[in-house]
């Protein structure tokens, strides 16, 4: 029998995002669908990385194979960081180890490969004034890139999740958890085998970011996506779920 595969969402998102990858992967694959939380009427959980992975790890198996893509990969590295036992082997989606860029004058080491702060600064501010117009301008930036752009925004706005008052609120905290997390110094401490997948398109996470994931990660190995985007498994979901059901497999 085959390891479990957890499959964690992004940020805004639900499970639901997953269905054409599930739709495309091995049947006899056990596979579970966690929401993060504060998505999709799951329990919300402080704002930071850590508490956010606590809040996940009783619905992760041990010696899972544990799929995160954008913030769900974010928090698929801290999980296989502080609680290897949960995690046999990484498949890291459009990932990075820090959303937003910075340079050596305002940290130790400069983090180019990320979105600019002022821009993730605007984005929050429009998010509490707006939050559902807001979510809209993120999937553009997330289908930017891809050349089946117009599906896979239609993918995304139909598993968007909730942006009424309390959803909202979580989904602010989400944000924060998103553009304040560095996990550079964490990556040392992941020995699991690594599988990247990154579109070459990606406007939201330059494939740079993946590509430093690849030469740090010990066991990692990178599979650039043509032709995609931030969400390769929505515009390629059957070469994405061939890649991942061999890698899963393995």
């Not at 029998?1 to 694959?29: E, F, I, N, Y």
């Not at 498994?233 to 059957?238: E, G, I, P, T, V």
């Amino acid at each position: 029998m085959s390891r479990p595969l957890v499959l964690l969402h992004g940020w805004g998102l639900t499970p639901a995002v997953w269905q054409p990858l599930l739709d495309a992967l091995p049947k006899t694959l056990d596979v579970h669908t966690p929401a993060l939380p504060g998505h999709a009427q799951a329990t919300a959980a402080a704002p930071g990385i850590a508490a956010w992975t606590e809040a996940l790890l009783a619905q992760i198996p041990h010696d899972a194979v544990v799929c995160g893509w954008s913030l769900g990969a974010m928090v698929a590295l801290d999980l296989a960081a502080r609680h290897p036992s949960h995690v046999a082997r990484l498949i890291l989606i459009g990932s990075t180890p820090r959303f937003v860029s910075t340079t050596s004058r305002d940290h130790g080491d400069a983090w180019p490969h990320g979105l600019d702060p002022a821009v993730a600064d605007d984005f929050a501010a429009r998010f509490d004034h707006d939050p559902a117009a807001t979510m809209q301008r993120f999937v553009a930036l997330q289908a930017l890139g891809d050349a089946r752009r117009r599906a896979v925004t239609t993918a995304l706005t139909a598993a968007l999740s909730d942006t009424g008052a309390e959803g909202a609120r979580a989904l602010a905290d989400g944000l924060q958890v998103l553009t304040t997390t560095d996990l550079r110094p964490a990556i040392a401490r992941i020995t699991r085998p690594t599988l990247l997948l990154h579109g070459d398109g990606d406007a939201l996470m330059p494939l740079a970011a993946a590509q430093w994931l690849a030469a740090h990660l010990p066991r990692a190995r990178l599979l650039p996506l043509a032709g995609c985007g931030h969400a390769p498994f929505l515009s390629q979901a059957a070469d994405c779920a061939a890649a991942i059901g061999r890698f899963t497999l393995e």
